[in-house]
């Protein structure tokens, strides 16, 4: 099924402060019994922002550490270190209310709407409970518009044929927006959407991935995008951040990072479109699998499957030095030291060149835009 190329589109506002922003954000599990301890080291030094009417997608394979990030933005587990700041100030939830402020600001919606909304409570339960805890105890007729504002904001149109359903009597896509207007009902400035539609039937994910872009763009929210698919982050996000083994490896405009990627990593990543997890089987052997998160390896965490690694690339963490106009990517193979690996053409190393084209964008359906043929009745 080919998709129109429609890359995301440019910002509609510039550059400001941050609404969301993570500094140097760690979070290391403690995992085994008191005499075998061990350290998950999920995430270290993470650095991103989040800005009004922004996407960002946060992309890489299975165990990089994608959803502990968004578990630590909104602090649903405390972090090991750094800070979450919103609106540039510490933002760490210590208390109660505290936290249920922080939460009105930022709302997370996941990836599993079976599992995320009660099947015992009708829609309207559901979303009248998260109004008066975000809104106040609002009742008859203002309860009803409160409603009414959610489905039509989440294009569950007209509100009365979905309103007194229970989940089971939805489609995936409709349960998800559901999920999606109970997040709203707080306001939010910010939405972490970790993996939210690939639980969906293909037919019906660019439905919702249309759906998020129109909140951004009506509402000015900033969005982060979680995904395992590089494609989708092309065509929704307005910047790409590539995670590998718990770092971020490249960072960019989506449609440089995924057309032209930089970090040897990245253009494994693209080349194994639309399965990132693929990547696994493609490189095993040759290139070994992904690494321990107990014993990462030192230097750069990529050096036991990169084709180009050097002594540097063992023994020294990589930062992230520029690679482009707005781009960056942590690998020494950018940096002017004389031991620096020379990547030369280091897709020849898998194969053919990499690219994304649109056709691989696996979010199935004919057109963009197809929220409204989604919440038709065949839509069950
Ligand atoms: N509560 C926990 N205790 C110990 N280790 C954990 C815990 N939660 C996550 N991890 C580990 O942290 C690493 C990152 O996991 P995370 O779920 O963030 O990755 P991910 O990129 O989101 O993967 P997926 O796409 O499969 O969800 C993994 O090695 C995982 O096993």
């Known amino acids: 099924m080919t998709l129109p190329a429609e890359p995301a589109a440019p910002p509609a506002v510039p550059a400001e402060t ?11 599990f403690v995992t085994g ?17 989040l800005h009004r009417g922004r996407v960002v997608a946060l992309v890489g394979e299975s165990g990089s550490g994608k959803s502990t990030i968004a578990r630590l933005l909104s602090q649903l587990l405390p972090a090991t270190g750094g800070q979450i700041l919103l609106h540039g100030q510490d933002a760490t939830a210590r208390r109660r209310p505290a936290f249920r402020r922080y939460v009105r600001r930022v709302q997370m919606i996941f990836q599993d709407p079976f599992g995320s909304l009660n099947p015992v409570h009708t829609v309207r339960y559901t979303l ?29 149109t007209p509100p009365e044929r979905y309103v007194d359903k229970f989940p089971h009597e939805l489609s995936g896509g409709q349960r998800q927006r559901v999920a999606i207007a109970r997040a709203l009902a707080a306001d939010p400035e910010v939405l972490l959407a970790d993996e939210p539609i690939s639980m969906l039937d293909v037919s019906i994910r660019l439905g919702i991935l249309n759906l998020l872009r129109d ?9 982060l995008y979680i995904t395992h698919d590089i494609a989708s982050a092309r065509y929704f996000a307005d910047r790409t951040m590539v995670m590998y083994a718990g770092r971020i490896v490249e960072t960019g405009d989506s449609e440089s990072v995924t057309q032209d990627p930089r970090h040897p990593y990245t253009q494994l990543l693209v080349r194994s479109a639309p399965d990132p997890d693929d990547l696994d089987a493609r490189a095993r052997g040759a290139r070994g699998e992904a690494p321990s998160l107990v014993r990462p390896p030192s230097g750069c965490r990529f050096n036991p499957r990169c084709p180009f690694a050097t002594d540097v690339c063992r023994s020294e963490v990589p930062p992230l030095m520029p690679v482009g106009e707005g781009r960056e990517a942590a690998c020494w193979g950018y940096s002017d030291r004389p031991d620096r690996p020379r990547l030369g053409d280091v897709l020849d190393a898998y194969g053919e060149r990499p690219s994304i084209d649109v056709d691989l964008l696996h979010v199935g359906a004919d057109a963009p835009g197809t929220a409204a043929v989604e919440t038709k009745e065949g839509d069950r």
């Open 18 to 28: 941050p609404v969301l922003q993570a500094v140097d954000l760690r979070k290391h």
């Open 33 to 49: 019994s008191f005499r075998r301890r061990a350290l998950v080291h999920a995430v270290d030094d993470v650095n991103l922002s």
């Open 128 to 156: 009248t409970r998260s109004v008066r805890i975000h809104q106040g105890r609002l009742r008859g007729a203002e309860l009803e518009t409160a409603l009414t504002t959610l489905l039509e904001r989440v294009q569950l």
């Open 215 to 223: 909140l951004r763009d009506r509402l000015q929210i900033a969005i």
